[in-house]
């Protein structure tokens, strides 16, 4: 029996996902002291569901249990129930879904996790049905059972409960002291290599994810070995990704990957992180090949950005729903007699042979197998094989397929659009505004860098927390929950781009702050690495630290690039220690699964060579020095640090740099390039000739 109309405690909320459960018949309570006490007062357990604004099979779960009387009538009576948006508290969601996967061997959201009043899991899964289903047990025969283990067999559940709960602290512990391994680089590649897809790229079988800073680890490994292998590995994913159905042919922006091999049929959300990590490794490829199929990705990443996900105030917003009008890609998917009434008999044919339309659709449903008669466009074949089927000139074919899609566009902008997932979050936006930051400048495009400054200075005005700490998240005026690993992290990330790309020292500046409260207060300083959650935030059953680069980078990661950067910008060995000191302390991690810690390896690899500081020095003519940017920025030189000193410079506050700095002089009134290498410095440079040689750039 469904729910008519009724609310609970979350209507209170801020959180979007908080938000669409308030209406639910199960009383609801958000994660905090009143729901544990009150577990505890009515000896109860904890019925723990999370998940986010924009996951299909949460909204699955809610409309098929959650709305359901019958279901939220034996959930009140057995449970305290707690919903938590695993976006707004990671520390949370880590933690349990770290029990999900020891339980189960697989996770994913919704999670549901079962726990006692002091927060210890003893049941872990993701989605559940209402009923028994393909031998799942479903809900209504579920917490039956859950009652009567509780009621009748509390030993076994309390004894259950701390082997897990050691478990998970032998996993946060778990370090191996010694020397990085590096034979995991090329370790890692022959993992890829061996699960390479030739046809359609990507790796494995379904489903795909883009996790493109594995590409980018590929580019990396490139760049040093010169394995053609590897580039053909990254531009043939590259290439598929945006030919595929997991790009938004009409309104841009990249799914969050692909329920089959071929990249045709996606799981429709739009992640902001997703678009931040794909715009990189694009910008990665583009500067290895020089293609401007790659540049044009990266535009258009951008443009959908810039559209749909940015604030008034210049902050990122977090996602775009699978789902409208209650059915998943409903916004996206097109009829075929559609097409043909919009463009009618002879465009729309050209429409149809471009992007795979079928009059009966060109997919079929991933849960039920079954086609619902619609299409996807994607596409097989470039737009210069096609240009040359059709016997168009390919500028002329380019430019009408342009003006088709725009009339796409403004036709599907009639349709009930997605949910917009609206709170902004300090590591998503860290990590976009650096993928901004970074376009910027190989881009040569000031507008995209003005668009990453205001992102990183709406962070400053409205999420600091006045103890030169940072808040996690932002929604209609309010900045709540304490900021963790990877909102310093990512954060710290966008200010060193911002200073790449600007050579405004103030980036720096605050990026030295953050790194300084960072390891204050996050660092482990018994076993190294860095916790998850600061010193004083929540206690967890456990405070969880990792190193897993999954579908973004670990905080431990991206912070030991930082390190890496910020110690060769600054002169200060002990941040490289630092960085060191994290590959050491997840070396045994990385030695079990390399492919699953690209983005450590890639800082490995930094550490190892080559690398460079390059320093420019102003003469009396600066057009050289922007001739010397403009090599930098148009090359792959991925393990490298730039220094600008001008007139207007200020390094007054790092005093190894300001000294080192003050002995470096323009050569005969000429801008000059001073390049240090693997630990020394070579003599200084002063035509555009030398700088290539320098570099060992390597001509597109």
């Not at 508290?89 to 189960?104: F, G």
């Not at 191996?176 to 090329?186: N, Q, R, Y």
Request: aromatic share 12%; charged share 25%.
């Amino acid at each position: 029996m469904m729910n008519d109309k009724t609310e609970n405690i979350l209507k209170y909320e801020k959180s979007p996902y908080l938000l669409q459960h308030a209406g639910n018949p199960v009383n609801w309570m958000p994660w905090g002291k009143e729901a544990f006490r009150l577990a505890q007062k009515q000896d109860k357990p904890i019925f723990l569901s999370i998940g986010y604004s924009t996951c299909h099979w949460c909204h699955v779960m809610e409309k098929e249990s959650f709305e359901d009387i019958d279901v939220a009538d034996l959930m009140n009576k057995t449970f305290i129930n707690i919903k938590v948006d695993r976006e707004e508290r990671p520390d949370i969601d880590k933690i349990y879904m770290s029990v999900a996967q020891m339980m189960t061997g697989r996770g994913g959201w919704p999670l549901t996790i079962i726990m006692t009043p002091s927060k210890e899991p003893f049941f872990a899964a993701t989605y559940i049905p209402k009923e028994n289903r393909g031998g799942q047990t479903g809900l209504i025969q579920l917490i039956p059972l859950m009652d009567q283990l509780w009621k009748t067999k509390r030993k076994d559940i309390l004894a259950s409960k701390d082997k897990i709960k050691d478990l998970l602290v032998d996993i946060t512990n778990n370090t191996s002291e010694g020397p990085i391994d590096h034979l995991a680089i090329e370790k890692a590649y022959n993992g890829f290599y061996s699960i390479y897809d030739s046809e359609n790229g990507g790796f494995g079988n379904a489903p795909k994810f883009p996790s493109a800073h594995n590409l980018s680890f590929l580019l990396n490994y490139w760049k040093k070995s010169g394995n053609p292998d590897s580039l053909e590995m990254v531009e043939k994913t590259l290439s598929s990704m945006r030919k595929g159905g997991i790009w938004d042919h009409v309104g841009y922006g990249f799914h969050r990957y692909s329920t089959d091999k071929e990249w045709i049929l996606p799981h429709f959300e739009k992640m902001l992180y997703d678009q931040a990590i794909n715009a990189f490794a694009y910008l990665d490829v583009y500067q290895v090949t020089g293609k401007d199929t790659y540049k044009e990705t990266v535009r258009l990443i951008y443009d959908y950005v810039n559209k749909n996900m940015r604030s008034p105030q210049g902050a990122f917003y977090s996602a775009e729903d699978a789902d409208s009008e209650g059915e998943e890609g409903t916004f996206y998917v097109w009829d075929s007699t559609e097409i043909m009434d919009l463009l009618g008999e002879e465009d729309g044919s050209i429409i149809e042979k471009v992007f795979n339309i079928k009059k009966n659709g060109n997919f079929r449903d991933e849960a039920t197998g079954n086609s619902p008669g619609k299409n996807i466009l994607f596409r097989t074949n470039t737009y210069a094989e096609l240009a040359e089927e059709m016997e168009i000139e390919i500028g002329a074919f380019t430019k009408k397929i342009d003006d088709l899609m725009a009339k796409l566009y403004n036709y599907r902008k009639n349709r009930i659009p997605p949910f917009k997932d609206d709170k902004v979050l300090t590591d998503w936006n860290g990590l976009m505004a650096a993928a901004y930051a970074r376009g910027g400048r190989i881009l040569d495009d000031p507008e995209l860098i003005k668009i990453a400054e205001d992102s990183i200075a709406f962070i400053a005005s409205n999420m600091t927390n006045g103890n030169d700490g940072l808040f996690h998240r932002y929604r209609e005026g309010e900045s709540s929950i304490n900021a963790n690993l990877d909102d310093y992290a990512f954060i710290v990330l966008a200010l060193i781009e911002l200073y790449q790309s600007t050579f405004r020292f103030e980036y720096i500046n605050k990026a030295l702050k953050l790194q300084e409260y960072l390891d204050k207060y996050f660092w482990d300083n018994k076993n190294g690495g860095y916790f998850f959650t600061d010193l004083r935030s929540e206690e967890l059953i456990v405070r969880h630290k990792d190193s897993y680069d999954g579908a973004i980078p670990s905080g431990n990661s991206v912070s030991a690039f930082n390190l890496v950067r910020l110690g060769r910008i600054t002169m200060n060995a002990e941040f490289e220690k630092k960085a060191t000191r994290i590959g050491e302390v997840f070396g045994e991690n990385i030695k079990n699964s390399p492919i699953s810690h690209t983005y450590l390896l890639s800082v490995i690899d930094y550490l190892s060579g080559p690398s460079y500081e390059i320093i420019i020095v102003d003469g009396e003519k600066k057009e050289g020095s922007r001739e010397f940017f403009e090599i930098i920025n148009k090359h792959f030189i991925p393990n490298k640090i730039v220094i600008y000193k001008s007139e207007d410079q200020d390094f007054s506050q790092v005093s190894e740099l300001k000294t080192f700095i003050n002995e470096l002089h323009p050569i005969n009134n000429k801008p000059t390039a001073y390049i240090c290498k693997n630990y020394y410095c070579e003599l200084p440079v002063t035509n555009k000739e030398d700088l290539i040689k320098s570099l060992n750039i390597i001509g597109k």
